[in-house]
């Protein structure tokens, strides 16, 4: 059993900061490509900012020079820094990983619950 838990979402005002955390738990052997995506009311879930485990990150256009995506392989972490925030940041915001649970295993997706990340004008 592999489980994602977010953290970190809440209320802020525009122009503002928040760090979205996201700890993998459970039988892990190893975690390749983890992610972030958001979906706002009525619209599809996007893409925000993938991190591989080797190779060059992504981002979406509409986040580039605000937020940075990171994590720490030792505490099986992704992180989501997000500064000057805007109101169309508003969304649930969502981890995502890919997991081998051992070293003959395939990878398979993960999802976490979800956190509300709310930016006011």
């Known amino acids: 059993q592999v489980q994602l838990v977010e953290s970190g979402g809440g209320l802020v005002q525009a122009g503002g900061s928040l760090r979205l955390s996201c700890a993998a738990s459970g039988s892990i052997f190893s975690i390749n490509a983890m992610g972030w995506y958001r979906q706002a009311p009525g619209k599809q879930r996007e893409m925000v900012a993938i991190i591989p485990s080797g190779g060059s990150t992504s981002y979406a256009d509409s986040v580039k020079g605000r937020f940075t995506i990171s994590r720490d392989n030792a505490k099986n972490t992704v992180y989501l820094q997000m500064n000057s925030l805007k109101p169309e940041d508003t969304a649930v915001y969502y981890c995502?990983?890919?997991?081998?649970?051992?070293?003959?295993?395939?990878?398979?997706?993960?999802w976490g619950q979800g956190t509300q990340v709310t930016v006011s004008s």
């Open positions: 995502n990983a890919a997991v081998q649970v051992n070293e003959l295993s395939r990878s398979n997706y993960y």
